[in-house]
């Protein structure tokens, strides 16, 4: 029991000392540099869009869009095959790839 209560004082005594070591690592100046001028670029208008005043909008169309936005959520449209796009339609004309041969100066 007396060597247990020595070791455990001992490792709380260098714990407590490891917190005395002056540390090493400097954090470089420029640290973090690339990650601001990436979100700063990325930034269109960090002040947003200036309220010009109150948007009007009259009862009619007002409506019109609320019956829209219900309508969606009552019968939700028709999923789109992204596969099929532009496959079929009418008066498309096929793909054609320009001929390169015989045009080289060499």
Same mark, same amino acid.
Do not use: H, W
């Given at each position: %029991? ?5 070791? &455990?004082? $001992? %490792? *709380?005594? $260098?714990m407590m000392l490891g917190?005395? +070591?002056?540390? @090493?690592?400097?954090?470089? =100046?420029? &640290?973090?540099?690339? +990650? ?7 930034? !269109? ?11 009007? $909008?009259?009862? /009619?169309?007002?409506? *019109?869009?609320m019956d829209r936005y219900?309508? /969606? &959520?009552? /019968?939700? =449209?028709? #999923? !789109?095959? !992204? &596969?099929?796009?532009? +496959?079929g339609a009418s008066g @498309?004309? #096929? %793909?054609?790839?320009? @001929?390169? %041969?015989? /045009? @080289? =100066?060499?």
């Open positions: %029991m007396k060597m247990m209560t020595r070791y &455990f004082t $001992l %490792m *709380a005594a $260098l917190g005395c +070591v002056p540390r @090493s690592y400097q954090e470089e =100046p420029q &640290f973090g540099q690339t +990650v601001r001028e990436n979100r700063a670029i990325q930034t !269109v208008n960090p002040k947003g869009i200036p309220p010009s005043g109150p948007v009007a $909008l009259d009862g /009619t169309t007002a409506k *019109a869009a219900i309508s /969606t &959520f009552i /019968t939700p =449209p028709p #999923p !789109v095959n !992204v &596969f099929s796009i532009g +496959v @498309s004309a #096929p %793909m054609t790839v320009p @001929s390169v %041969m015989g /045009t @080289s =100066p060499y």
